[in-house]
C-alpha cells in the first residue's frame, strides 16, 4: 500500500549543546494509506512532537519527513502551508471550531481557502458531515451541539477535499468512553476508505483500535514492544 | 461467574433443552464465553436436584426440555439484586511478578513491564477487532467492553509502574 506520511530518523532538539533537549532522537515511522497507527507514551516522551513533525507544523532538526511524496523540508514555508492545508487533516482535543460559524460554515472553511468556490466548498462539506453522522446539525452554532457532535465536525473537516492524511491528538479527550468510541469507530471507518491516520493517545482503549501500536520513550520509539503489538 | 444462574435467566423466558441454552448463552456472551454442552448438563441437573428446574417432557428427538420453578426464579431474581464482590484476584500473577521482579537482582524492571504492555495491548487490540465485527448483537460487544475495561485497567497500572520506576532509585538491591 502507498505511504502517505514516512519519518525517517526524524530528530527534534529545542537549543543547543549541552541544555540541548532531545524531544525526538531519530524515529523512523510510516503510515500508509488504510492504515490506523497509534503513539502511546508517557508525557514528554515526544508524542506530540512526532505529531507537529508529520503534519509540517514543526520541522526536524535533522532526518527527513515525507508527505505524500513531498520532502517537507525541501518546501518553500509558502509551498509547505499549502501542503498542510490540502493534504493534511488535524484533529485536535480542543477541537478549534470557530463559535461564530455553523458547523457547514467550519468544515467548508479550509476548501474555501484551498480556492473552491463558497457553493461546492458547501456541498463537500455537507457531504462530509453526513458521513460521520453530523448532517443533521450541519447548520447550529459548535455551542449549539454535544462535545461528540463538534468532534465529528472537526473530523470532517479534517476529511473534506483531497485530505489522506489525519493526524489526531488526543481526539476522545473530553469525551465519554461510548462516544470515544464512536470517534474512534469514526476514524476506523475513515481509514478502511482508503487515509491514512495517526493518532496520539494516552488511553489504551482507544489505541487499541489501531494496527500498529508504536510506544515512545524518552523521545525514541520502544523496539521491543513494536514488534508484539504489529499485528 | 455462575453459569447456573446464566442457564436461570435464559429459562424464566421459557423452558428450554440444553443444545438450545447453549447456543443462546453463546450469543448473548459472545464466543468470549466458551461453554461445553457437558458444562449445560452437568448445571443443569444441580439445579434440579436443588429445585430450581425441573425436567419437562421428552420431544421426538429424545431431548428433554427444562422449566424454572418458583423457587429458580427467586433465586434468579436475588442473583440480580446482588452486587457482586471481587474474591477472585486473576491478576495476582502479574501481580506478584513485578514485586519479585523489583527485589530479584539483575532483572530488567522496566523490561518486564514494557514487554508486559505489548500483549497487553495486542490483547486489546484482537478484543477491539472483536468488537468491529458486523452483526454483533449489543450484548456481546457490552462483554467484550468488560474485557477492554479490565485489561484497560492493567494497562494503566504498567504505565504507572513505568513512570514510579523512572522517579524512584532502585530499592532492595545489594
Known amino acids: 500500500m502507498s505511504v502517505v506520511v514516512e ?48 503534519g509540517g507544523l514543526d520541522r526536524p532538526t535533522s532526518g527527513r519527513v515525507t508527505v ?8 518553500a514555508p509558502k509551498a509547505l502551508a499549502a501542503l498542510r492545508r490540502r493534504r493534511v487533516g488535524y484533529v485536535f482535543q480542543e477541537v478549534n471550531l470557530i463559535p ?32 460521520v453522522g453530523a448532517g443533521h446539525v450541519a447548520e447550529r452554532l459548535p455551542e449549539e451541539v454535544s462535545g461528540g457532535q463538534r468532534q465529528r465536525a472537526a473530523i470532517a473537516r479534517a476529511l473534506v477535499g483531497e485530505r489522506r492524511l489525519v493526524l489526531a491528538d488526543e481526539p476522545t479527550g473530553a469525551l465519554d468512553t461510548h462516544t470515544g468510541d464512536q470517534i474512534l469507530g469514526l476514524l476506523r471507518a475513515r481509514c478502511d476508505a482508503g487515509a491514512a491516520v495517526l493518532l496520539v493517545t494516552h488511553e489504551p482503549r482507544y489505541a487499541a483500535w489501531a494496527d500498529r501500536v508504536v510506544f515512545l520513550r524518552d523521545g525514541a520509539v520502544d523496539t521491543a514492544a513494536a514488534a508484539v503489538s504489529a499485528r | 461467574m455462575s453459569i447456573r444462574h446464566g442457564l436461570l435467566a435464559l429459562l424464566s423466558a421459557g423452558p428450554r433443552h440444553g443444545y438450545q441454552l447453549r447456543a443462546e448463552f453463546v450469543a448473548s456472551t459472545g464466543a468470549s464465553w466458551p461453554l461445553n454442552i457437558g458444562q449445560v448438563y452437568t448445571t443443569l441437573s444441580r439445579l434440579e436436584r436443588d429445585g430450581l428446574v425441573v425436567q419437562g417432557e421428552e420431544d421426538a428427538q429424545g431431548r428433554v426440555s427444562y422449566a424454572i420453578t418458583d423457587d429458580g426464579r427467586a433465586e434468579l431474581e436475588r442473583w440480580f439484586r446482588t452486587p457482586l464482590v471481587p474474591a477472585d484476584r486473576p491478576r495476582d500473577e502479574l501481580v506478584i511478578k513485578l514485586a519479585m521482579a523489583m527485589t530479584t537482582p539483575g532483572v530488567d524492571v522496566a523490561a518486564v513491564v514494557q514487554a508486559q504492555r505489548a500483549a497487553t495491548m495486542a490483547v486489546m487490540q484482537d478484543l477491539t477487532r472483536a468488537k468491529r465485527a458486523e452483526g454483533i448483537t449489543t450484548a456481546h460487544r457490552l462483554v467484550l467492553d468488560s474485557m477492554i475495561f479490565r485489561t484497560e485497567a492493567e494497562q494503566r497500572w504498567l504505565d504507572h509502574c513505568e513512570a514510579v520506576l523512572a522517579a524512584t532509585p532502585q530499592e532492595g538491591r545489594a
Open chain 1, 7 to 54: 519519518l525517517a530518523e526524524a530528530a527534534r532538539a529545542y537549543g543547543e549543546g549541552e541544555g540541548a533537549v532531545h524531544a525526538l532522537k531519530g524515529v523512523s515511522l510510516s503510515v500508509a494509506a488504510g492504515e490506523l497507527v497509534a503513539v502511546m507514551g508517557p508525557s514528554g516522551s515526544g508524542k506530540s512532537t512526532l505529531l507537529n513533525l508529520a
Open chain 1, 68 to 75: 505524500e511524496g513531498a520532502d517537507l523540508g525541501a518546501l
Open chain 1, 100 to 131: 461564530s460559524l455553523s458547523l457547514l460554515e467550519n468544515v467548508a472553511l479550509p476548501r474555501e481557502l484551498d480556492g473552491v468556490r463558497a457553493g461546492r466548498a458547501r456541498e463537500e462539506a455537507r457531504a462530509a458531515l453526513a458521513e
